[in-house]
């Protein structure tokens, strides 16, 4: 089966650094999304992987191993704004995104 | 602006009554999506659309009719027939439907719908 798995909650302080990370075990792989979602809105488009590696943009970076199913996001400089949920996503060989369950970010000044 | 606009944002039907959820975009995507985001949980696809007139279930199509007679526009009908119909609806789009590269979607501002 098709499985998308991050924590449920994190907390962090504001102005310091929080990763949060996603494993995946999807039907073939086309990339991986991460989406920032505040409460009762829209997610929005934060990242884009398909290669290994790291990409930054940012405050942002985002990290994937295809061979680990692994990907994880990384928050710097943290802001009280960024308290949102944090949405994995990994588009499978039907180009049909799946969805992990969202990881709260809790952030305390 | 180009966007994707979904009203009402708020809509409440009493049990038992169908309610049509609209969903309208000017970016000229082709394919567009209708998720449902329950507490705690992601989302979970309901119908999407590659092209006009033709549209396939997700995976939870049980209990709700879409159509897409226009590219703009993919209304999503919640029947008597969903058991369970209070949630927050998505809509999205995006540009390829299929293909190499970044297939991001784009979301509107959501409808939560609930059922007295």
């Known amino acids: 089966g098709q499985n998308i798995d991050q924590p449920t909650e994190m907390t962090a302080t504001e102005g310091a650094i929080v990763q949060i990370n996603c494993t995946y075990q999807?039907?073939?792989?086309?990339?991986l999304f991460w989406y920032q979602q505040h409460a009762a809105e829209a997610p929005t488009f934060l990242s884009y992987n398909v290669l290994d590696g790291l990409e930054e943009k940012g405050r942002f970076s985002s990290f994937l191993s295809r061979s680990k199913g692994y990907s994880y996001l990384l928050l710097k400089e943290l802001q009280m704004k960024d308290s949102a949920s944090y949405l994995c996503?990994?588009?499978?060989?039907?180009?049909?995104?799946?969805w992990g369950a969202g990881t709260k970010l809790i952030i305390k000044p | 602006d180009g966007g994707i606009t979904q009203s009402p944002k708020y809509l409440f039907r009493k049990e038992g009554q169908n309610v049509t959820l609209s969903c309208e975009q000017n970016?000229?995507?082709?394919?567009m999506y209708w998720y449902r985001q329950d507490p705690g949980q992601g989302l979970r696809l309901i119908y999407y659309s590659q092209i006009v007139n033709d549209f396939q279930k997700g995976d939870i199509a049980e209990g709700y009719s879409v159509s897409r007679e226009k590219k703009e526009s993919f209304p999503l009908t919640v029947t008597s027939a969903q058991k369970n119909p209070t949630a927050f609806y998505l809509c999205?789009?995006?540009?390829?439907?299929?293909?190499?590269?970044?297939?991001?979607?784009?979301f509107g501002p959501g409808t939560r719908l609930t059922v007295l």
């Open positions: 970016l000229n995507h082709d394919a």
């Open positions: 996503a990994s588009l499978d060989s039907n180009y049909q995104l799946i």
């Open positions: 999807t039907s073939g792989f086309n990339g």
């Open positions: 999205a789009s995006s540009i390829l439907s299929g293909g190499s590269g970044n297939n991001e979607q784009f």
